[in-house]
């Protein structure tokens, strides 16, 4: 079977300047991560392929996020692909979706395309059931773990809002994952990480996707973000270091006095 | 083409309506004052004609209704199949959906479907030079960006519960009922739910939307001690929530998970008790009306984002705190 990984790299952390001009956040000089979520979902095809199994992991990037699928091919994963082109650049969901779209669809046959369930960054949520959309394939999100493989269908374990649904599927199809609060993610061993350098690595463009140039960046995008901002401040909360009793009394205090309860 | 109303999508959990939906309707109100654009309801789900006489008081002008015993549990293959029918055939100009789990699944799929833009998890909505302007918080609450769909209709949205405020039911009017047919055949659905896993008790209210958590973090040390942390709840009437030291430690279920990979919450009061602060239990919380937060670690991150702290002993203070509302709800 063949695995497809859609995989983000994100900045490692949160905590990022600004450009108000250009409504932008800058990322310059910020080290990056694969997205935590992404490298779960990397985990649950690695946990489930077999020997002759084939997991390739795609990325939209440049030349920097070599690094991140760098680090999936020392996890486990058999063949890299970065989708790097000026025209993909600023895309919103939907266009990277159809960029996905499109660049699976030239790999060819597969089975389960993985995502993490969201982004560490952003966190829509979107793109895996976009994607799924597009291809016209079922999707399960929220999924916390493959139960298994067999004749051409697979059960998967997926978060509800009452518990778990354990849902059946045919093949192929996309799968969105969120760890279970166990999961730790790996880091690979040095050897592995020697050994990633020699398995297969392509860098693909839009022609060599058969792209069109509409549907992809800024001109491909349906959503437009008009301003990005600092939300308004909290004030400085008031902390009481009293005895307990007293804490508490006063704190019953300013409750009352503020109507909070 | 013309594109017109508002539409909620009504979410239906344990044969009752989510409490999420009067917000969005209330939302909805809001959205269509000054317009000629009506509020509608979309149903899904099996036996839900009922629905339609406790909606009826909410001021709303249409029903589409889709009854059938095919749409009984939630199954992103056969709902968003019917809504992508029904939203081709009405032409509304915005849908609102609850950015719960059922939601974040839906819009996307529905939204690409149709090839359309969508906002996630939207904490505002107002409509700007006919474009409704969608916010949503993006790096971990570090920003909020404003979102709009300029070419493209319907504008979707998913809303984060607990933030909008609820539509109050007024005088009874008389909806259109639109009764839409379902045409599925089940041998042809590629997806099944085979079994279903129920965590969380019933009569709690889900942590999304309770209005008061008292959460328990690492400082809680042991299940048995959960209980102060449950006593408060009790008499707050409040859902019990946790960070993700507590849930790994098994001392309470994933459901109360509060964080980035649990449930990002907006209550009006959220009490951290032993939960130092880590910046994936923050992104879950730190947007809660009211925090108070009691830890033994005054340089606990916690203090940071808190309007009220307590630094001390969770087992000492917060039985007293126990106490203490105690006697003053029994007075009010």
Redesign the interface.
């Known amino acids: 079977m063949k695995f497809i990984v859609c995989v983000k790299q994100v900045p490692e952390t949160n905590d990022l300047k600004f450009d108000p001009n250009a409504n932008r956040v800058l990322k310059e000089g910020v080290s990056t991560i694969i997205n935590p979520f992404d490298q779960f979902a990397l985990e649950e095809a690695i946990k489930i392929r077999q020997e002759e199994d084939e997991i390739i992991a795609i990325s939209i990037g440049d030349a920097e996020t070599k690094s991140t699928l760098m680090r999936c091919l020392a996890l486990g994963a058999d063949k890299g692909i970065l989708l790097d082109d000026d025209n993909f650049q600023d895309s919103d969901t939907f266009a990277t979706s159809n960029i996905l779209a499109t660049a699976i669809n030239k790999i060819g046959e597969y089975d389960i395309i993985f995502c993490g369930n969201s982004s560490f960054d952003t966190g829509s949520s979107q793109v895996g059931p976009e994607l799924a959309a597009k291809l016209n394939i079922p999707q399960i999100t929220y999924a916390e773990n493959v139960e298994n493989v067999e004749n051409g269908k697979i059960k998967v374990k997926a978060q509800t809002d009452e518990g778990y649904s354990i849902i059946e599927s045919e093949l192929p199809l996309v799968i969105t994952g969120i760890p279970p609060s166990s999961f730790q993610p790996r880091i690979p061993p040095l050897p592995k990480i020697l050994a990633a350098r020699k398995k297969p690595y392509d860098v693909w463009c839009m022609e060599d996707i058969e792209g069109e140039k509409s549907k992809y960046g800024s001109v491909g995008s349906l959503i437009k973000i008009i301003k990005l901002y600092k939300p308004p401040k909290r004030e400085e909360g008031i902390i009481l270091t009293d005895d307990p009793n007293t804490s508490v009394e006063k704190l019953m205090e300013l409750l009352s006095k503020d109507k909070v309860i | 083409m013309d594109y017109k109303d508002i539409w909620v999508f009504v979410e239906i959990?344990?044969a009752e309506i989510r409490g999420v939906t009067f917000e969005l309707l209330g939302k909805a109100k809001e959205l269509t004052k000054n317009s000629d654009e009506k509020v509608c309801v979309v149903i899904l789900g099996k036996d839900c004609s009922r629905f339609c006489e406790s909606l009826s008081n909410y001021d709303i002008d249409k029903i589409y209704l889709c009854n059938n015993e095919i749409l009984g549990d939630?199954l992103?293959?056969t709902y968003?199949l019917i809504l992508v029918e029904l939203i081709r055939k009405y032409l509304p100009n915005i849908i609102l959906f609850p950015a719960?789990?059922?939601g974040?699944?839906l819009a996307?799929?529905v939204?690409?479907?149709l090839?359309?833009?969508?906002?996630?998890?939207c904490i505002d909505l107002k409509v700007q030079d006919g474009n409704l302007?969608q916010t949503?918080?993006?790096?971990?609450?570090?920003?909020?960006?404003?979102?709009?769909?300029?070419?493209?209709r319907p504008q979707i949205t998913s809303v984060r519960p607990n933030v909008m405020e609820r539509s109050e039911p007024t005088e009874k009017n008389q909806p259109d009922i639109i009764k839409f047919p379902v045409d599925i055949d089940p041998n042809k659905l590629?997806?099944?739910?085979?079994?279903?896993?129920?965590?969380?008790v019933i009569d709690v209210k889900?942590i999304d939307e309770a209005d008061i958590i008292v959460s328990g973090g690492r400082g809680i040390g042991s299940k048995e001690n959960f209980k102060i942390i449950e006593d408060l709840a009790k008499v707050?009437n409040a859902a019990v929530g946790a960070s993700?030291a507590s849930?790994?430690a098994g001392w309470v279920s994933?459901?109360c998970?509060v964080g980035?990979?649990?449930t990002v919450v907006c209550p009006?009061?959220y009490i951290a008790c032993g939960i130092s602060g880590t910046?994936q239990h923050l992104?879950g919380m730190?947007s809660s009306k009211?925090?108070?937060?009691i830890n033994k670690d005054?340089n606990a991150p916690i203090?940071?984002?808190?309007?009220?702290?307590?630094?001390?002993?969770f087992k000492?203070?917060v039985p007293?705190?126990t106490e203490?509302?105690r006697k003053?709800l029994s007075k009010d």
């Open positions: 959990k344990n939630y992103t293959e968003s719960t789990k059922i974040r699944d996307p799929r939204a690409a479907t090839e359309t833009g969508l906002t996630a998890d302007v949503r918080s993006v790096y971990g609450g570090n920003y909020l960006v404003d979102i709009i769909c300029p070419d493209k590629k997806t099944k739910i085979i079994d279903k896993i129920e965590t969380t889900p707050l993700r849930v790994d994933k459901s998970q980035q990979s649990g009006n009061i910046t992104v730190k009211k925090i108070i937060a005054p203090f940071e984002v808190c309007d009220y702290g307590i630094v001390g002993d000492v203070i007293l705190l203490a509302f003053k």
